[in-house]
């Protein structure tokens, strides 16, 4: 089946930890996305990617780091710099042509202890 | 400033009572608009795309509407199955999305 996973489900962090969210896709999309999502709010951008090897900063990018590496995957890094990281990450992916929609992933919700 | 704003933020309705909900945007040059919908602890599903005004796209119980200045979601005859939280969404340039806080919907039986 063609789709998006995010890896993992739910994720722990302690203060001044980096941790890794994973987001594979199989659907051959060139373009890839992360949105953060807090409670009562809508998505909001973090990175994006159109190609490998290349990714832009999107409207809240202080804290977080990406890289692409394959045209799979598109890993997202909360680092110890993201002062409130609790709120669910969601990885979407779409094809690289003017107005097509984006599809999601299932979603990590990443809590900070 | 592109934005997005979605009205009611809560709708609680008796199943098969009819109603809308609304996506009020400000955007220089609609390229197009995006409604979704998002079940709880998931993520969001596409459910349409709209890209002028006077558009009309329909699915099941779902119809979206679409002027120069909003976007409609009317939901007719609805089933709990339909409690959900609906999401519009901008696209802004490089296929950015400018998303709405959304419109969380109980239906109940």
């Known amino acids: 089946d063609g789709g998006i996973t995010q890896s993992p489900k739910y994720l722990f962090r302690k203060e001044g930890q980096n941790v890794t969210l994973s987001c594979e896709q199989n659907?051959?999309?060139?373009?890839m996305y992360w949105y953060r999502q807090d409670p009562g709010q809508g998505l909001r951008l973090i990175y994006y990617s159109q190609i490998v090897n290349d990714f832009q900063k999107g409207d809240i990018a202080e804290g977080y780091s990406v890289s692409r590496e394959k045209k799979e995957s598109f890993p997202l890094t909360v680092t110890s710099a993201q002062k409130n990281p609790t709120a669910f990450y969601l990885c979407a992916s779409s094809l690289v042509a003017d107005n097509n929609e984006q599809f999601f992933g299932p979603g990590t919700r990443l809590t900070v202890l | 400033e592109d934005q997005v704003t979605q009205s009611p933020e809560a709708l609680r309705l008796q199943e098969g009572e009819s109603s809308s909900l609304n996506c009020s945007y400000t955007?220089?040059?609609?390229?197009?608009l995006f409604w979704y919908r998002q079940d709880p602890g998931k993520g969001p599903e596409f459910l349409f795309t709209?890209?002028?005004a006077g558009e009309e796209k329909e699915k099941e119980r779902l119809k979206a509407t679409l002027t120069k200045k909003e976007s409609f979601l009317h939901i007719t005859a609805p089933k709990p199955e339909d409690s959900a939280t609906y999401l519009c969404a901008l696209i802004q340039g490089a296929q950015k999305l400018v998303f709405g806080q959304g419109t969380r919907l109980t239906i109940n039986p």
């Open positions: 659907l051959n999309h060139d373009a």
């Open positions: 709209l890209y002028s």
């Open positions: 955007v220089s040059g609609l390229r197009g």
